[in-house]
């Protein structure tokens, strides 16, 4: 569906509920995501729910894929309101390329900007997941507030697009 320089993403489907709850359950990967049950028939069931908010433009689930096909992460956009989004559920394995976070991140945004017509995004980072928090201020969110948990960000389609600039020598 859409294609960086060594990724694709695509809309999950039913079939990618074993490689979604395998991630999700991966200690590795988990650390900063809402907890799973380990039950592939509950996976396959949130799937069917979610298509239906697919179908209406309510949120949008994608497996993040290596140009060879081979997944290698998911990233949702939900929380949609007024001029805005929101992002996450965003994991990448062992099987990413070396540049699969700031292509998927440049993705997340052009699908957000370009496709869905918002010219912001908002997002909330676990405070402890500082690599993650590091990367959004690198690409030019700024932090908008704070709780005991959470920093909340927003970025506007500019900044993305300087971003862009930064990067497109590495895309």
């Known amino acids: 569906m859409i294609n960086s320089k060594t ?33 592939l028939e509950s996976q396959k069931n949130w799937i069917r729910a979610y298509k239906k908010d697919e179908l209406d433009k309510k949120q949008f689930y994608f497996i993040i894929e290596r ?32 540049y699969s976070a700031i292509e998927s991140a440049l993705m997340v945004y052009e699908f957000g900007f370009n496709k869905l017509k918002f010219n912001k995004s908002h997002f909330e980072v676990m405070k402890d997941n500082i690599r993650v928090v590091n990367f959004h201020k690198k690409f030019g969110a700024q932090q908008v507030s704070v709780d005991n948990v959470n920093y909340y960000f927003s970025i506007t389609k500019e900044a993305v697009q300087k971003s862009y600039d930064k990067f497109k020598g590495i895309l």
């Open 7 to 39: 990724i694709k993403m695509r809309y999950v489907e039913e079939a990618d509920a074993e490689f979604i709850l395998k991630l999700r359950l991966d200690e590795r990967y988990n650390q900063f995501l809402s907890e799973v049950k380990a039950d």
């Open 67 to 98: 140009l060879d096909g081979t997944p290698c992460g998911t990233v949702r956009i939900y929380g949609l309101k007024d001029d805005s989004f929101s992002w996450g559920s965003w994991i990448l394995n062992e099987d990413k390329t070396r």
